[in-house]
């Protein structure tokens, strides 16, 4: 039996600390004679004791068991790209023959511990694209077999470690932190306890901030809709991480019981011609065959009014009552935003246990079914929204996700590859072979704009504006910047 069992006790643990799944872990059985049958799970073939866990892309939400530091014989943990909160708990460290460590793509925040420096056989290392914070610890220095390594993409801050083997790694490594400065990224630590240079902005921000004050009125409506579509995404996803630790396949007689108990109904917009008592009388009457999808932040029902008209309900967990306050001050100031780009949010259900956001419908499917939900960071930055606009460039033109496994498997995103492409002066190869059909030069310009927007250094990386004027001079868009001129409601 797998209870009992010094590894199977801890895999339990670690699956009990995860609240949902894609379901992935309903096969880890209790009564299992060992875990090493387990899907994501492989053990020695003559100790019985677990040397691989590797569990990405299945929606994982929850934390990360301290207890996964019992399986001491562990040799590869790949955790990545699901929905992790939490820190990374620094029991890892008695993991001593681990090499290879994934946990990038997650929600993790936090410090970096400092143990995971013990770990000498560590040879890839990869916590990019979560929320950590503080500095990074100068223990890592010591891991001397490290091939891979990559930071990007949190809240780090201070003088990355000189010493030992961090020196090795270039500014890919570490984009994406506002506040790190070293010698790997060419930033000079100008305060005297080697921490960001004082309390004035980089020389990036002072320069974005006088570019925006050259912008015309034309681009700044369309960087507004921009940037307030990427806080839209970014606000569902750190919603979905923390409110998701009781989600669960809720009873839908649940949904009827909260709507008749005292729920308040907002509107928004006044074309929508229904009364707070036509909506939660259609609540009422959802069930199963209503689901249309699911994700991190919860449940999407299919809401059908009589009239014909179709609505798209999501509904999500509550946290606390301070989140309350701060929901319904977010949900008025995105509810007063109408444009062609952003769906419209129309009004939400402000029931007990619960937030009802109805939407409009819209039959297409998911944005992440074409551009596949790639997000580098929280933040939605001028420099930020370039890198991800070069990123989604280079899907187009590989025809690749940013974390296909063909990446993965050699320790990289999209970015890496094209970056090591680079070094070898094969960046054309990141083309798909499907695009032999196109202009050359339309390739090479498409290849040039994502090169540029994906700069290691953010004050590198072109404006929007620049971008759009090689797109129409270089590309030809059919559709100039008067396009984005546009009196949208």
Not at 113 to 136: F, K, Y
Not at 149 to 161: A, D, E, K, R, W
Not at 194 to 200: A, L, T
Request: aromatic fraction near 8%.
């Amino acid at each position: 039996m797998v209870r009992g069992s010094h590894q199977g006790e801890a895999l339990l643990s670690f699956r009990m600390a995860i609240v949902s799944s894609d379901g992935i872990l309903l096969q880890w059985r209790p009564e299992d004679p060992d875990p090493c049958g387990w899907r994501g799970v492989e053990c020695d073939s003559k100790t019985k004791r677990v040397t691989y866990l590797g569990l990405p892309h299945h929606r994982l939400s929850g934390s990360i068991s301290p207890e996964i530091g019992k399986l001491d014989r562990l040799k590869i943990l790949a955790l990545h790209n699901n929905n992790f909160y939490g820190v990374i708990p620094s029991e890892l460290a008695n993991c001593t023959e681990l090499r290879v460590l994934y946990v990038q793509g997650n929600y993790l925040s936090g410090l970096i511990p400092s143990e995971l420096g013990n770990l000498t056989e560590l040879e890839h290392l990869d916590v990019s694209s979560n929320s950590l914070s503080g500095s990074i610890p100068p223990s890592l220095g010591k891991l001397n077999k490290l091939q891979t390594f990559n930071v990007s993409t949190n809240f780090l801050v201070g003088s990355i470690p000189s010493d030992g083997a961090l020196i090795n790694f270039t500014g890919t490594s570490f984009v994406g932190n506002r506040g790190l400065c070293g010698k790997q990224i060419n930033l000079t630590c100008k305060d005297k306890t080697g921490g960001p240079p004082g309390n004035s902005p980089p020389p990036y921000l002072a320069q974005s901030q006088n570019q925006k004050k050259k912008y015309s009125g034309r681009l700044l409506i369309s960087a507004s809709a921009t940037i307030g579509a990427l806080l839209l995404v970014a606000l569902m996803c750190f919603w979905g991480c923390f409110l998701y630790k009781k989600f669960g396949k809720n009873d839908i007689r649940s949904l009827a019981m909260e709507v008749c108990g005292g729920a308040s109904i907002v509107m928004f917009h006044g074309d929508l011609p229904y009364s707070s008592k036509d909506i939660i009388k259609k609540l009422e009457t959802l069930n199963d065959e209503h689901i249309i999808g699911s994700g991190g932040f919860g449940t999407v029902y299919k809401l059908a009014m009589d009239d014909g008209n179709i609505f798209a309900l999501k509904r999500i967990i509550k946290m606390n009552e301070g989140f309350d306050r701060f929901f319904e001050r977010e949900l008025e100031i995105l509810g007063s935003i109408k444009h062609r780009y952003l769906v419209n949010l129309r009004g939400y259900c402000n029931s007990p246990s619960s937030k009802l956001l109805i939407y409009d419908y819209l039959p297409g499917g998911s944005l992440d079914e074409v551009l596949h939900e790639y997000m580098l960071s929280g933040r939605a930055t001028e420099k930020t929204d370039v890198y991800s606009f070069g990123v989604l460039v280079l899907e187009v033109l590989s025809g690749k996700r940013p974390t296909d496994a063909s990446f993965i498997e050699k320790g990289l995103n999209i970015v890496g590859w094209l970056n090591f492409l680079i070094t070898e002066n094969r960046q054309q190869e990141i083309v798909d072979p499907n695009c032999e059909g196109v202009q050359s030069e339309t390739l090479n310009a498409l290849l040039s704009i994502a090169i540029q927007c994906v700069s290691s250094a953010p004050e590198d990386r072109p404006t929007m504006h620049r971008v759009v004027q090689i797109l129409e001079s270089e590309v030809m868009t059919p559709c100039p910047s008067d396009f984005y001129d546009s009196n949208s409601d």
